[in-house]
T-cell receptor
Framework: EAQVTQNPRYLITVTGKKLTVTCSQN?????MSWYRQDPGLGLRQIYY???????DKGDVPEGYKVSRKEKRNFPLILESPSPNQTSLYFC??????????????FGPGTRLTVL | SQQGEEDPQALSIQEGENATMNCSYK?????LQWYRQNSGRGLVHLIL?????REKHSGRLRVTLDTSKKSSSLLITASRAADTASYFC??????????FGTGTRLQVFP
């Protein structure tokens, strides 16, 4: 089944404790992206990747890191989480053709609480 | 920011009625997409309309695009309780980024 998976789905942690949220897709998509969703603010892009070893900042990259060593995986790293990073996080992937976006496939989301 | 803006923010209708939501954006685009999100779940792609298209249909969905006004509308005909969800537009704005709006919350009452 074609899908985007994220782990963990729920996470409660404390300020300053490094964490990684994994994202994996099995559709051989070039493009992958991380978003955070907060009430009243919609989805905001954190980082995105157009292909292996190519990553770029989105609109809200502060406090986050990513890597794209393999095409299928795009982990999101919070080196020192803070309470303002409490949010619902989504990973998404998409094929890219002719330099334009196609349908994005979203993971189920990771609800993160930082105390 | 080239963020899309959906209007209205919230919409409540009865089953069987039509629901119309609008999206406005700021810059030129290659395409515009509409997504649906059930509460707390991942977004699901509904339809993509390219900048050279004016109207597109998919089942009970009808999307229009007016590039001169930088706006799009999503019409859901004969709505059902199962259509209750948030709906987002997303635009690429001729950049590497796909920008989502803040969404319209649709409530369909049985």
């Amino acid at each position: 089944e074609a899908q985007v998976t994220q782990n963990p789905r729920y996470l409660i942690t404390v300020t300053g404790k490094k964490l990684t949220v994994t994202c994996s897709q099995n559709m051989n998509h070039e493009y992958m992206s991380w978003y955070r969703q907060d009430p009243g603010l919609g989805l905001r892009q954190i980082y995105y990747s157009m292909n292996v070893e190519v990553t770029d900042k989105g609109d809200v990259p502060e406090g986050y890191k990513v890597s794209r060593k393999e095409k299928r995986n795009f982990p999101l790293i919070l080196e020192s989480p803070s309470p303002n990073q409490t949010s619902l996080y989504f990973c998404a992937s998409s094929p890219i053709s002719s330099g334009t976006y196609n349908e994005q496939f979203f993971g189920p989301g990771t609800r993160l609480t930082v105390l | 920011s080239q963020q899309g803006e959906e209007d209205p923010q919230a919409l409540s209708i009865q089953e069987g009625e039509n629901a119309t939501m609008n999206c406005s954006y700021k810059t030129s685009i290659n395409n515009l997409q509409w997504y649906r999100q059930n509460s707390g779940r991942g977004l699901v792609h509904l339809i993509l309309i390219r900048s050279n298209e004016r109207e597109k249909h998919s089942g009970r969905l009808r999307v229009t695009l007016d590039t001169s006004k930088k706006s799009s509308s999503l019409l859901i005909t004969a709505s059902r309780a199962a259509d209750t969800a948030s709906y987002f537009c997303a635009t690429d704005g001729n950049t590497d980024k796909l920008i989502f709006g803040t969404g319209t919350r649709l409530q369909v009452f049985p």
